[in-house]
């Protein structure tokens, strides 16, 4: 049975509520539909931050001190009004969706301690906007040993097996942290977060500049990238682990670039995030043919051209040249797991995030 399926997301970079409607039945998608964006506001992103800060002393999934309750309040209302925005904007009616697949903020992912925390009110939720909300994707996959992440290869397969081309593809999704998809064929999945997204690179815009981005890597072009930094940066232990693996959104804050001109800068973060990628060509079984980039840093010119630098013969190209919405790819995705999770298919694999066995999961709010 088809579903009409609404899915939200807020990913690590921090920057807003991405909404976007798939008719799926959890296997395949047989039609796209419209897409919107809801932007947290500076005091909504300040507060974000704060609560990130303070999600490092978490030790229980559900526990929400201090500013956390608040963040945990921002982020429902403003998924709420991203709802209702798009339901208004599209002339729909909440009896015309079935399910909304709700990610929430993610302030805390720590697999190797069994803690991943999303924030987000999915009851509150439910009844604000009159339609059932699956929610808490991740945490049965952390909590049976698996890494939680990441959880949208499922639907980068569906999207892929749609494409007329050789393979190996590796779809990879540049948003606070980056993640890659790698597809054979349809027996062959294999994903892992592969370093850095376009984290490092916005606090550092924000730090120095305060912007929230660097425009189409306009700034990051101007530099020049410190490559013994990001050779060091390298070494770190992670980078040599085979897939699968997964990060949280700091994980690389402790990393210094010391005092060096704001362009150089950006100009080597940018690069450290398309190095980083590149690095995993070694640990998959073959050498990907093909890569298609998604979120936020296939808007990056510079980010995309220093990919292709590092990639070899393979094509770089931006998910919107294969007339994918690759603003909206993270959202269908939740629409796309809602319906799987409805449904009771798996979610993710063994090959994915490291669960023992293919796992699905989810958590149903009713109105």
Same mark, same amino acid.
């Given at each position: 049975m088809m579903l009409t399926a609404l899915g939200l997301m807020s990913g690590t970079s921090l920057d807003g509520v991405d909404v976007a409607l798939i008719e799926t039945d959890g296997k395949q998608v047989k039609a796209f539909g419209p $897409?919107?964006?809801?932007?947290? $506001?500076?005091?909504?992103? +300040?507060?974000?931050?704060?609560?990130?800060?303070?999600?490092?002393?978490?030790?229980?999934?559900?526990?929400?001190?201090?500013?956390?309750?608040?963040?945990?309040?921002? !982020?429902?209302?403003?998924?709420?009004?991203? !709802?209702?925005?798009?339901?208004?904007? +599209?002339?729909?009616?909440?009896?015309?969706?079935?399910?909304?697949?709700?990610?929430?903020?993610? !302030?805390?992912?720590?697999?190797e301690k069994r803690l991943t925390v999303q924030i987000g009110d999915a009851p509150a939720l439910a009844r604000a906007i009159h339609i059932p909300v699956m929610h808490d994707f991740r945490a049965a996959d952390v909590e049976a040993g698996g890494q939680g992440a990441p959880f949208v290869p499922v639907y980068h397969r569906a999207l892929a097996q749609s494409l007329e081309r050789e393979g190996p593809i590796v779809v990879v999704n540049i948003g606070g942290v980056s993640n890659i998809t790698y597809i054979d064929g349809n027996d062959t999945l294999i994903a892992c977060d592969t370093g850095p997204g376009n984290a490092l690179l916005d606090d550092f815009m924000y730090r120095t500049m305060n912007q929230a981005f660097d425009t189409e890597g306009k700034f990051a072009a101007l530099g020049k990238a410190d490559e013994a930094w990001i050779a060091r940066a390298l070494e770190l232990p992670f980078f040599a682990l085979p897939p699968p693996k997964s990060l949280d959104r700091n994980d690389f804050a402790a990393l210094k670039l010391g005092d060096?001109?704001?362009?150089?800068?950006?100009?080597?973060?940018?690069?450290?995030?398309?190095?980083?990628?590149?690095?995993?060509?070694?640990?998959?079984?073959?050498?990907?043919?093909?890569?298609?980039?998604?979120?936020?840093?296939?808007? +990056?010119?510079?980010?995309l051209r220093m990919l292709r630098e590092r990639v070899g013969s393979a094509t770089v190209e931006a998910a919107e040249a294969l007339g994918w919405a690759s603003d909206a790819i993270e959202a269908q995705a939740f629409g796309f797991l809602a319906a799987r999770g409805l449904k009771g298919l798996p979610l993710s694999y063994p090959a994915t995030t490291g669960v023992p066995m293919p796992m699905t999961g989810g958590v149903i709010a009713r109105p």
């Open positions: $897409s919107g964006y809801r932007p947290y $506001s500076p005091v909504e992103r +300040n507060l974000l931050r704060q609560a990130l800060s303070e999600a490092v002393h978490l030790t229980r999934r559900d526990a929400r001190p201090g500013i956390l309750a608040e963040a945990e309040r921002a !982020v429902t209302q403003a998924h709420a009004e991203a !709802v209702a925005a798009f339901v208004a904007q +599209n002339r729909m009616r909440p009896e015309d969706i079935d399910i909304v697949g709700f990610h929430g903020q993610t !302030v805390l992912h720590r697999p060096v001109p704001p362009a150089d800068g950006a100009a080597t973060l940018t690069a450290f995030t398309a190095a980083a990628i590149a690095r995993i060509i070694p640990l998959l079984p073959r050498r990907p043919r093909s890569w298609i980039v998604c979120g936020g840093g296939a808007r +990056n010119l510079t980010m």
